[in-house]
């Protein structure tokens, strides 16, 4: 029992910080995936990570307005469902360039033969 | 990098307004000899661009946080302030107790505080990308 309350709050810490800084990873793919409003992207960082990302529309904005500056991301404004425009969002050249790049380095040694062993690997 | 946002021409707009009054204010209170009334002016403008600097600044920082130590608005505000008390004495607008070498000398002596503010500004920039924070970028 308390060694399970430990794992929990371990595991919680643990998370926490490895989630920081995940949320840009999250953003590119679901604009790699094709241009999306902001709703849409919240719904598709929600539902590919299986809930274990959450985010708040009013911080992806912030973060949406970040990323158009430094010239990763830009908008096109379309017609929204009944409603005003919306701004749908894309990766430009550059963020494409950036997140393959970022996936090369990072994201790719986890599809490494050994490491994906030792991942499955039962204890 | 987009230095001149929305937010900052707005605060520079009200500050200009405020500057004439408070310019036009000090003249008249020192030239019909209200000299408490100068005090009042003072409390009042210095609490006016207090106000202005902290809403547009906070507003501008909320919709894209550049990572300026705030010298955008310290440069706009220098020059407005000086520029217009320049230009009210080549106007002749000002009062006989006011000294065009008061207004040199803030000039020089703001000047000095400026150039101090922009470099530190520049070491700033360096932890910067476009103007954003590298360490806030990608949190």
Redesign the interface.
């Known amino acids: 029992m308390k060694n399970n309350n430990l794992l929990a709050e371990l595991l919680a810490t643990w998370e926490e910080t490895y989630k920081?800084?995940q949320l840009?990873l999250w953003i590119f793919l679901s604009l790699k995936d094709g241009r999306k409003y902001v709703d849409e992207i919240k719904t598709f960082v929600e539902e590919q990570s299986e809930n274990t990302m959450t985010c708040e529309s009013q911080s992806l904005y912030?973060t949406l307005?970040?990323f158009k500056?430094?010239?990763v991301v830009d908008f096109e404004t379309g017609s929204g469902n009944k409603g005003p425009d919306r701004k749908y969002y894309f990766l430009t050249e550059l963020g494409l360039d950036l997140l393959d790049t970022f996936i090369q380095r990072n994201i790719n040694l986890f599809f490494n033969k050994r490491i994906k062993n030792l991942i499955n690997k039962e204890d | 990098m987009?230095a001149f946002t929305a937010n900052l021409m707005y605060f520079a707009i009200s500050f200009f307004l405020g500057a004439i009054a408070f310019h036009y204010g000090l003249s008249y209170s020192l030239e019909s000899n209200y000299f408490d009334l100068v005090w009042i002016l003072a409390i009042f403008y210095f609490f006016f661009n207090f106000l202005i600097g902290w809403h547009f600044g906070k507003k501008d920082y909320?919709?894209?946080?550049l990572n300026d130590v705030g010298f955008r608005f310290h440069f706009v505000t220098y020059f407005l302030f000086n520029s217009i008390s320049m230009l009210w004495f080549s106007l002749g607008l000002n009062s006989q107790y006011e000294s065009l070498r008061v207004v040199y000398l803030i000039a020089i002596f703001w000047g000095i505080i400026l150039i101090i503010h922009f470099i530190l500004y520049l070491l700033e920039r360096r932890k910067s990308?476009?103007?954003?924070s590298k360490e806030?970028?990608?949190?």
Do not use: A, C, Q, W
């Open positions: 920081k800084g840009t912030r307005r970040k500056h430094v010239g | 987009k909320e919709s894209i946080p990308i476009n103007g954003l806030d970028l990608f949190e």
